[in-house]
């Protein structure tokens, strides 16, 4: 019984398949992003969602043969990686697990932890490849500095707009109504009380913005559809630069397949795909990451699944 745990910038999805491929039982918990709230949420919520995993396949937590546990922001504080490392051990009350960045979450889903690169796009962005036994990561510099192409960087782009458009800095378009509507503004400069005050620049919340902007680029607002326009250049280029670091042969078509729900957007994959700069094998994802996760962890342990063998847990039973 394989488990795997995808952090992501929202929500915590696990996952248990089985050694013939089969999903037996999936959980959600809060996420366990904790820069903002202390390490000291990630262990009760990586307890709630094994726990419950556990119950509806009716095994113990012992019966877990190995987990990958991908946590987002794994390695980008040196000090946090040892203790991260050592938590899953007081819930599975052994070693059998590794544990690494959400993003091999995202690429072993995408595409079958295969050779080839994916590029993850939600709260947050960043992007990994393997090549040969070679692995590079790209992009997911924080919200701050960085994410580019991510929920939270379109979020932030589209309230850029939207106080240009209400200034007249920019034509107004549907862009205006749709973040009025969204935030409840009774004046237009409540917008700051209310991502600043009242959300504290909640970054999940600033991220759901996102989804403001794609109705408004749908509906045919200019500003919206470039913010959009964008995202999908900046996520290409996370793409073509790994290529080169992974060191691809120029001629060979690398596999590339995406996950998070920017590419829900037309305008963001479209811009995507023609941004690639190379004759890529550009593909739909194959699983979730979640259970992308468990099937890193039966990888890990030499007990390798093909993707397409996966059968979801509606099949499974």
Known sequence: MFLGVDGGGTKTAFCLVDSDGRVVAEARTASVYYLGDGLQIVEPLLRQGITEV?????????DITYAFFGLPAYGEISGDVPVLDALPAKILGGGNYRCGNDMICGWAGSLGAVDGINVVAGT??????????????????????????????VAINGLNAFSRMV???????????EMRTALGLVADFDAIDVVVNQWHGDRGKIANLSKVVVAAADAGDAAAAEVLRQAGQELALLVN???????????ERVPVSYSGGMFSSAHVLTSFHESLTHDFDLRAPLLEPHIGAALHAARLHGHPLRAEHILPAALSL
Do not use: K, M
């Not at 556990?54 to 012992?62: D, K, L, N, Q, W």
């Not at 200034?167 to 109504?177: F, I, M, Q, S, T």
């Open 54 to 62: 556990c119950a509806t396949a009716g095994i113990s937590v012992p």
């Open 124 to 153: 947050g962005s960043i992007a990994y490849g393997e090549n040969r036994g070679r692995q590079w990561r790209g992009g997911g510099w924080s919200e701050l500095f960085g994410d580019e192409g991510s929920g939270y960087w």
């Open 167 to 177: 200034d007249g800095r920019l034509p107004a378009g549907p862009l205006v109504d």
């Open 241 to 251: 630069i790994g290529r080169e670091a992974l060191g691809f042969p120029a001629a």
